[in-house]
């Protein structure tokens, strides 16, 4: 199993809907939980960083924590064609300055 | 400079070559962290720096990888003896520490080991 799990997608959402974007963790001491963004051939940019149980809303993203379910969750509300990127979650453990990165989600964003 | 910068920016290397990839942070960032990311994957954890410490280094592949920040600012991480796995984009990323979590990536390093 690995430690930090995404869908590959690609996830394909029309204009202006809601993309749901998903991660599970392995590791139950992680405390600090990460989205980026990386358009192609581009580096990751942070989106996100969440540590509490529950939603934490950012202009158009919402980052959700369910600690006791080990998941994590992005959503983009009124997606935009600009939102076409790959989506990585980053966890990173209690005590450690390891950030254990997932595969990514690709998101297309349909005009 | 306003961000992390990374040279070069494209290496083609020949299998066995040695190569050096180096990182310049955002002035007065503390940590540094070095990745690597192959086609369609997410970053890879490479080596953590705190200032000129070396913290972690339990993602290094084996020991043709050697990373080090001597004055804890410029990075150098060099792959000795470079296998057609190597062939990756490494990144670079640094924070200002203590206790902040925005790493600021650099542009990354394009190796291809022929």
């Known amino acids: 199993q690995k430690e930090v799990e995404q869908n590959s997608g690609p996830l394909s959402v029309p204009e202006g809907a809601i993309a749901s974007l998903n991660c599970t963790y392995s590791?139950?001491?992680?405390?600090?939980f990460f989205w980026y963004r990386q358009y192609s051939g581009k580096s990751p940019e942070l989106i996100m960083s969440i540590y509490s149980n529950g939603d934490k809303e950012d202009g158009r993203f919402t980052a959700q924590l369910n600690k006791a379910s080990q998941y994590v969750s992005l959503l983009i509300r009124d997606s935009q064609p600009s939102d076409s990127a790959t989506y990585l979650c980053a966890v990173r453990g209690s005590g450690t300055y390891k950030y254990i990165f997932g595969t990514g989600t690709r998101l297309k964003v349909l005009a | 400079g306003a961000g992390v910068s990374q040279s070069p920016r494209y290496k083609v290397a020949k299998r066995g070559q040695d190569v050096a990839l180096r990182c310049d942070p955002i002035?007065?960032?503390?940590?540094l962290f070095w990745y690597q990311q192959a086609l369609g994957q997410g970053p890879e954890f490479l080596t953590y720096f705190q200032n000129e410490a070396q913290l972690d280094k339990s993602g290094l592949p084996s020991d043709r990888f050697f990373a080090e920040r001597p004055e804890g600012s410029v990075s150098t991480l060099k792959i000795q003896r470079t296998q057609q796995e190597d062939s990756a984009v490494y990144l670079c990323a640094t924070d200002r520490g203590g206790g902040t979590d925005t790493q600021y990536f650099g542009p990354g390093t394009r190796l291809t080991v022929l």
């Open positions: 002035s007065g960032h503390v940590s």
């Open positions: 590791d139950r001491g992680s405390q600090s």
